[in-house]
């Protein structure tokens, strides 16, 4: 009999280690002007090492909030990315938008919400256990950007293919996968 999969295996949640999070962003994050997307912050770690990068680079704290931006699907791991970023300077240094990441992407398609860089670790949801509402919204933009997914694609593989065109002005991008780091220019 098979186990029953938990909560954090059905919305695909696996963490990044601290490293690998510092190590993606300082390969994404160039300049103390770089505007950031993580499309699905979970507990923000990836959030956390963006801000510190920025910091590193001189980008002052009050600019900060306006170059970092947050998604996350659960409403108590966006909690627990706010609680993190907060401990860092006792400031919201990042904006966190609570809902999912293909409704942010038909909400501001067309909308001039661009980013410089856009680092991340998408969910690994496994085709059956993805969400139908979600999966119905994702083949619409993918199909729309002239891709052909099938019920066989899992999560992630919108995620990196919504992230690059459509919230991108310079083609820097740095994912971490279960298996793998994807990164380009």
Request: glycine content about 4%.
């Amino acid at each position: 009999m098979k186990p029953v999969a938990t909560y954090q295996k059905i919305r695909g949640g696996y963490y990044t280690p601290k490293p690998i999070a510092d190590f993606l962003a300082r390969w994404a994050i160039q300049t103390p002007t770089t505007k950031v997307l993580e499309p699905s912050c979970g507990d923000g770690i990836l959030l956390e090492s963006a801000i510190e990068t920025l910091i590193s680079l001189g980008a002052e704290n009050t600019t900060i909030k306006n170059l970092v931006q947050g998604i996350e699907l659960d409403p108590q791991e966006a909690q627990k990315a706010s609680e993190r970023i907060y401990e860092l300077n006792d400031l919201p240094l990042a904006q966190i938008d609570i809902g999912d990441f293909f409704t942010y992407c038909q909400t501001y398609l067309f909308e001039d919400r661009l980013f410089d860089a856009i680092i991340g670790n998408p969910p690994f949801i496994r085709y059956q256990n993805f969400p139908e509402h979600q999966r119905a919204m994702a083949f619409y933009l993918m199909q729309r950007a002239g891709l052909h997914p099938n019920r066989l694609t899992n999560s992630w593989v919108p995620f990196l293919e919504l992230s690059y065109p459509h919230h991108i002005q310079k083609a820097c991008f740095s994912w971490h996968s279960a298996r793998s780091r994807i990164t380009a220019w």
